[in-house]
């Protein structure tokens, strides 16, 4: 295979960046025009369990309701399509066999149907883990179609949290790419380096002391090249290139077990032959490699 160098064109169509609606932002507080909304035949709801989404069909696609009985403090507002369709998300008691998670059905729903859904999982977790004041502990109520909530004790507001994260593809001066295999996956499991950024630091920052602390590799150019949310349960992650000063690999914080280098022959060969097994195709991190690759790699059941 003819070396190719390192990638810098930006990640494209990533699986869940993609969305078809509006969000429609200015009317989470407008009373009169959600009951309406809620009301109108043409509104669809989606139905959350355990972070599992009802879906139909083959391919898959979101399985829509019309409006039942839910609280306004359980419907979720997230947003209306050209045709001024609106659609919420409500979450229920328990999944059946026909739910599917985010990781599951993400890379192959249609955009519309990916953006509400990540929107919909995210909110989701999002309340599910801030059901009380941080300062009096007080119980929060759910305000603005599921976008805030308040403390009635203190009158302080509370947003939906978004974690930033940055991940990289790590490239030598040969242009090979470093790998790693977090201590608790299965034996051949390798994907990008990623960490959480810290207060006060930038990304690029957090690039670097990322990769020096889980590997001890020295980074020095650092690029950007695309976004992709991942709420599991509310990441951000941020995608970078990075361009290696030093090439010997130490292991020092303990969550990495394993890095490597490769060439792009090598990671072919190692993926062929089953013994790397690559991230999934609706995470940011193999479109990360992929793009460094320069096409896609071998898709590989499961993960």
């Known amino acids: 295979m003819t070396t190719r160098p390192a990638a810098l064109r930006p990640l494209a169509n990533l699986a869940l960046a993609r969305t078809g609606v509006d969000r429609a932002a200015i009317r989470r507080t407008d009373e009169a025009w959600l009951a309406a909304a809620w009301e109108a035949p043409s509104t669809r709801v989606i139905r959350l369990a355990e972070g599992r989404v009802h879906v139909t069909g083959e391919p898959p696609e979101l399985a829509f309701d ?15 399509d050209d045709d001024d369709v609106a659609y919420f998300a409500v979450d229920v008691e328990a999944a059946g066999e026909d739910f599917a998670g985010l990781r599951d059905v993400g890379a192959i729903l249609s955009d ?46 509370h947003y939906p949290r978004t974690d930033p994260a940055v991940i990289m593809t790590v490239v030598d001066a040969d242009d090979r790419v470093l ?3 977090q201590a608790q996956w299965p034996d051949g499991r390798y994907s990008t380096l990623a960490g959480f950024v810290e207060p006060g630091e930038s990304l690029e920052a957090a690039v670097r002391r990322e ?18 949310p991942w709420p599991f349960p509310s990441s951000l992650m941020l995608g970078f290139l990075a361009h290696a000063e030093t090439v010997d690999i130490e292991l020092r914080d303990g969550e990495i077990a394993a890095a490597r280098w490769f060439t792009r ?32 790699l071998p898709d590989q059941p499961g993960w």
């Open 112 to 157: 519309r149907d990916a953006g509400l859904l990540v929107n919909a999982v995210a909110l989701a977790n999002w309340h599910a883990t801030h059901r009380h004041c941080p300062r009096c502990g007080g119980p929060t109520v759910v305000v603005a179609a599921g976008h805030l909530r308040t403390c009635p004790a203190d009158g302080s507001e």
């Open 179 to 181: 790998l790693g295999s």
């Open 265 to 296: 022959d090598e990671l072919l060969a190692e993926v062929q032959a089953g013994r790397v097994r690559l991230s999934p195709k609706v995470s940011i991190a193999r479109r990360l490699i992929e793009n460094w690759y320069g096409e896609a």
């Open 66 to 80: 019309g409006p039942r009985d839910a609280a306004p403090e359980q419907r979720i507002f997230l947003g209306i």
């Open 211 to 228: 990769v020096a602390e889980e590997v001890g590799v020295t980074v020095g150019e650092v690029h950007y090249l695309g976004s992709q």
